[in-house]
């Protein structure tokens, strides 16, 4: 697989999920977790674990379940945080963007 190939991969929805559930399990299993232990502890079915992990196919309430028995919710939080301003600049234009006030459309009198 070239680089190219595994950019446009990480992009595909199908590839996220699937690493995502390969990761799962291998904390799983470094926990020393069966699938039925981890299905019971986190009131997940068994069934929706075995899909999660063979597919990637979960919901997200199932998903955060999961986490937090994995001790994985720092990740689930930063999945949409903001990465931190490295320079000067960068600090400069976010406080500009934080501190812009919602425009509102004028009112036809």
């Known amino acids: 697989m070239t680089d190219i190939d595994i950019l446009l991969n990480q992009n595909n929805p199908s590839y996220l999920a699937k690493t995502i559930a390969e990761n799962s399990k291998k904390k799983r299993i470094k926990l ?44 689930v939080i930063n999945f949409f945080t903001e990465d931190e301003p490295v320079t000067l600049d960068d600090y400069i ?9 919602r425009v509102r459309k004028k009112r036809k009198k």
């Not at 990637?56 to 001790?71: M, P, R, T, Y």
């Not at 234009?93 to 006030?101: A, D, H, L, M, R």
């Open 32 to 75: 020393n977790f069966t699938q039925k232990d981890l299905a019971e502890r986190s009131g997940v079915s068994l069934s929706s674990l075995k899909r999660f992990e063979q597919k990637g196919e979960i919901s997200l309430a199932s998903l955060l379940k999961i986490a937090i028995i994995l001790d994985a919710t720092a990740n």
């Open 93 to 101: 234009k976010e406080n500009e963007i934080i501190n812009k006030q």
